[in-house]
């Protein structure tokens, strides 16, 4: 195979495993900022959460690595229920502003509890053994993690999918993200289901962080970091909705690993040329609502 084809596909291949981390975080920010009308920028957050959760029972106490992530993904999402209720849900329906100064703080305040908590170094994932290495593929050598990491995403998105369009809890979530006063006059109890999809916003990007600690590395500053990738997604791919977040996820992430391969010296220059492209030609996303 040609050298420049081998090299593409090997970036495409690092690219997919990102969006994959990228989306499963990310999504869960863009149904709960459609539906809620609410600025979270602490989304991170939760994601930060589920990567300390998950390297520290995996490198403390020896915990296998699936275990380790189902119990930092419950773990983080039952943590956000008491947060949504005394925190959150005062603001909703409330100004921007103090939405943004709030979740801000949580920020900063998240960070300084993981700096005290866990110290200011990176926390390493440490892959069983089976996941270290790579795999022969016609065009070079593959890391096993980042299958699995395209792999378990895809089988992820399409369980969210089935789960959200195909399921009597997914209608409610349209049908309150459409119209939210008309779903609470049919008798939709929205502020109950404000927390459970809040809950499974914030579990999913505990999987994310967990299962991308090896692409995003877990550190005090990584909700702060990361905030503008995450962002950056939902404006893309547009609020309110699963195939936006997802379709952008993919651009990101191969346009991330294409300009750290081919030009990093531009560092994100390109992302951002993209990003402003975009919103440009579709300033409410590419699925977003007109």
Known sequence: ?????????????????????????????????????????????????????????????????????????????????????????????????????????????????????????????????????????????????????????????????????????????RASVDNLRMAQSIGIDTSRLFALTFALGSGLAALGGGLGASLITIAPSYALDNLVYFLIVVAIGGLGNLRGPFLAAVLVGLADSACKYLIPQFGAFFIYAMTMAILLWRPRGLFGRA
């Open 1 to 173: 195979m040609p050298a420049p084809l081998s090299t593409a596909l090997l970036i495409g291949f690092h690219g997919l495993a990102f969006a994959m981390v990228l989306y499963l975080i990310s999504v869960g920010l863009s149904v709960t900022m459609g539906m809620m009308g609410f600025v979270n920028l602490a989304h991170g957050v939760f994601a930060m959460a589920g990567g300390y959760v998950l390297t520290g029972l995996m490198n403390s106490y020896g915990v296998p690595m699936a275990a380790a992530l189902a119990a930092a993904t419950v773990a983080v999402a039952l943590a956000s229920l008491p947060i949504e209720r005394i925190l959150y849900r005062r603001l909703y329906g409330g100004d921007e502003l103090d939405q943004v100064l709030l979740t801000m703080g949580l920020v900063f305040m998240s960070a300084a509890a993981a700096q005290y908590l866990c110290g200011a170094l990176q926390q390493p994932l440490r892959l069983p053994p089976d996941l270290n290495g790579g795999v022969r593929l016609g065009f070079g050598d593959v890391p096993v993690y980042d299958l699995l990491l395209i792999v378990c995403g895809a089988l992820l998105v399409t369980a969210l999918w089935l789960g959200i369009e195909r399921s009597r809890f997914g209608a409610k979530i």
